[in-house]
């Protein structure tokens, strides 16, 4: 299995959106943007369960997340695996991005029936580009 590198961990470290590519039912494909982190190897990101990146998910794992850093077109990163869905401790994740990309400690926009779902992406392919 392929591993992240410390250039691709120090890129997903960054606070920068990425984009998260699922398969909708018709296997089309389906791109929303996102907050990622890591967590040790793997990549992760956070939804609202119900949302169409969670139901593509558990109708097909399969997922690619990438990230672009904005100064340095060059410096890339794209990670596809199966994805991992985790209701467990959710919400302390969305908050941990909330600090991460907004600089608060509790996630703002969360409604109070809303559940969220953290997505957990283990490394099967990695194409990582360190810029120029």
């Given amino acids: 299995m392929p591993g992240l590198n410390d250039g691709a961990k120090a890129l997903l470290a960054e606070a920068f959106p990425g ?44 997922v690619s997340v990438s990230v672009v850093d904005p100064n340095d077109a060059f410096r890339a990163i794209s990670v596809s695996g199966r994805a991992e869905l985790e209701e467990e401790g959710a919400d302390d994740v969305i908050d941990h991005l909330a600090h991460k990309y907004l600089g608060v400690d509790k996630y703002p926009y969360k409604s109070a029936d809303e559940r969220r779902i953290t997505v957990r992406v283990r490394p099967e392919h990695v194409i990582f580009s360190p810029g120029g």
Avoid: M, Y
Wanted: net charge negative; charged share 30%.
């Fill in 19 to 62: 984009w998260a590519t699922t398969l909708r039912p018709d296997g089309s494909l389906h791109s929303t943007v996102v907050w990622v982190d890591l967590d040790g190897d793997d990549v992760i990101f956070n939804t609202a369960i119900g949302r169409a990146k969670e139901k593509n998910l558990r109708a097909d794992p399969r």
